[in-house]
């Protein structure tokens, strides 16, 4: 009998049901998997993955190229919905001129964004590369964004990054050419914090529905609506005092220890193409030092507001101490303090 | 003849692949509609699975899995291990006859993104990643699992151009994956 019609035949010729590889993948993805959980930030498969990002980061800027024009064009429907009163009065005046300011809406906003990062730079002394931002992320649970700086220009991972109204997010990952930044809007983010007006320490949390939440402040603090929060720079990564955002809600649950502080970002969000600043070193003046965490640790609640006011500006302009007298700090307070410092050593 | 048709399929596959991964790294970024975003990985795993070669379904969702671990801030082996297993019970419930876009590939399509979607919200929320598991489902993952089904449309017409223009040189007919055993053994009973 011919080789050709023997069992073997009728082997060859049956589909292949996709088991024996159907196995073998899984068994790697679940390998993969669990290395990349149990492997540090300089793991291999975190290698990898650098290299994959670099080797697609032109695709990126292509990608980012196609679509920064609609971008424009979403910035120009908004202008019209959003300031509709003013552009008819410019139009009466002048249609031409309204014309005009469309077309260059989107420049004039690049050339805003870098002189307030600039003053940005300068006011706070940052030792600072510029980057752009060249795209969100490729899922949808996480808020982060890629920017179009990598290791090749001194970037590293936990490196705070800031565009003009404030600090954005830290640096989660980074490859040659290309970092991803988490923005403090994720929810696993957490930055430690202070209420400016009284040194309120807390952590600034992200929410899942993209909302921000100043956590662990007591309620023996004086927190209210409109207070800026700035960061503390008790973490040692972010400098202190820089803008995070605003009080936009206070609210106290009967016996509740900590308060429930809504605060809305100091940036609007972050668009393609837009430019930031990734602080590559802090000076000794802009992190906090160890009296002045021992001294937050303790009064977590700050001061009062009419008391501080003074020195908290006096506090935000030269950079200096970051609680001032503060009242007794109690045992509940003492509870915070370890919470706020342990908190603040993960940022 | 079935040489040509064999490389003219796999010219195919490997231009739709290049779209899809060119599409998942430059526009996937980019585009954020009501907390969803398209996954191109999964239209590609689908599309393949839906062709009804189960061992290349298989590989191709891990390598579409595996792509979008390392091109994504997320954990690098989960959407692989979705991706894999999904493209495997896919290529199992679907007959190789449901290539090609209509309703019932359609059906598939969704019911393929919707449960991966939905699987990677979970699995997310269990590891830590996300903390509502509502709004991880509900929000991020119904809504990517809408648009990416609703964005494999032109996919799916142009695996079945692909399917037609694979039967159209044919010598044997490719009609379901099932003819070729039954051919064999009635060879065995000659």
Request: hydrophobic residues 40%; aromatic residues 6%; charged residues 15%.
């Amino acid at each position: 009998m011919p080789r050709s019609q023997g069992f073997s035949s009728l082997n060859n010729n049956r589909p292949s049901t996709g088991m024996r590889p159907f196995v073998v993948l899984m068994i790697i993805s679940v390998l993969l998997l669990t290395f990349y959980l149990r492997e540090g930030d300089t793991g291999i498969i975190h290698g990898v993955r650098g290299f994959v990002t670099t080797v697609t980061s032109p695709i990126r800027y292509a990608g980012s190229a196609v679509a920064s024009p609609f971008n424009a064009l979403g910035n120009i429907m908004g202008n019209l919905t959003a300031s509709q009163e003013t552009l008819e009065e410019l139009r009466a005046e002048n249609e031409q001129l309204t014309a005009q300011v469309a077309e260059l809406s989107e420049a004039q906003e690049t050339a805003t964004r870098l002189e307030q990062l600039l003053g940005l730079q300068s006011t706070y002394n940052l030792q600072s590369t510029a980057a752009r931002i060249i795209g969100d992320s490729g899922d949808a649970w996480s808020r982060t964004v890629q920017i179009n700086k990598g290791t090749a220009d001194g970037l590293s991972i936990n490196m705070p990054v800031c565009n003009a109204s404030g600090v954005i997010g830290q640096i989660i990952e980074v490859s040659t050419n290309t970092a991803t930044v988490r923005l403090i809007t994720d929810e696993n983010s957490g930055v430690s914090a202070m209420v400016q007006a009284t040194r309120a320490q807390g952590i600034l949390q992200g929410q899942p529905d993209g909302t921000l939440r100043l956590e662990y402040v007591t309620t023996d603090s004086d927190v209210q609506e409109g207070d800026i929060i700035v960061t503390s720079g008790i973490g040692g990564v972010y400098p202190k005092g820089i803008p995070l955002g605003t009080v936009s809600s206070v609210t106290r649950d009967d016996n509740a220890t900590y308060y429930t502080i809504v605060v809305t970002p100091a940036s609007s969000g972050t668009e393609n193409n837009e430019e930031v600043l990734v602080i590559t070193s802090l000076t000794a003046e802009q992190t906090a030092s160890d009296e002045e965490v021992a001294e937050a640790n303790a009064n977590p609640q700050g001061t009062a507001r009419d008391a501080s006011s003074d020195s908290g500006e006096a506090d935000q302009s030269d950079g200096d101490s970051a609680s001032g007298d503060g009242s007794d700090g109690g045992e509940e307070s003492d509870e915070n303090a370890g919470t706020i410092a342990e908190a603040g050593q993960g940022e | 003849m079935e040489y040509r048709d064999t490389a003219h399929s796999q010219r195919a596959l490997a231009i739709l692949i290049a779209v899809a991964a060119v599409l998942q790294v430059a526009l996937a970024p980019q585009i954020s509609i009501l907390g969803g975003r398209i996954n191109f990985m999964i239209i590609l795993a689908g599309v393949v699975a839906l062709m009804g070669n189960a061992s290349q379904a298989v590989y191709v969702g891990f390598g579409a899995g595996l792509l979008y671990d390392l091109t994504s801030p997320v954990p690098v082996g989960l959407m692989t291990l979705i991706l894999t297993a999904g493209s495997f019970l896919l290529v199992q419930m679907a007959s190789a006859g449901t290539s090609g876009f209509s309703s019932t590939s359609l059906r598939f399509m969704g019911i393929f993104s919707v449960g991966v979607c939905m699987l990677n919200g979970i699995a997310l929320f269990f590891m830590g990643s996300e903390r509502d598991l509502l709004l991880s489902l509900g929000g991020h993952g119904l809504m990517s699992a809408v648009l990416t089904t609703v964005v494999s449309i032109p996919f799916l017409m142009l695996s079945g151009s692909m399917a037609s223009s694979r039967s159209g040189f044919s010598a044997h007919g490719y009609g379901t994956r099932f003819k070729s055993a039954s051919r064999g053994r009635g060879r065995r009973l000659r």
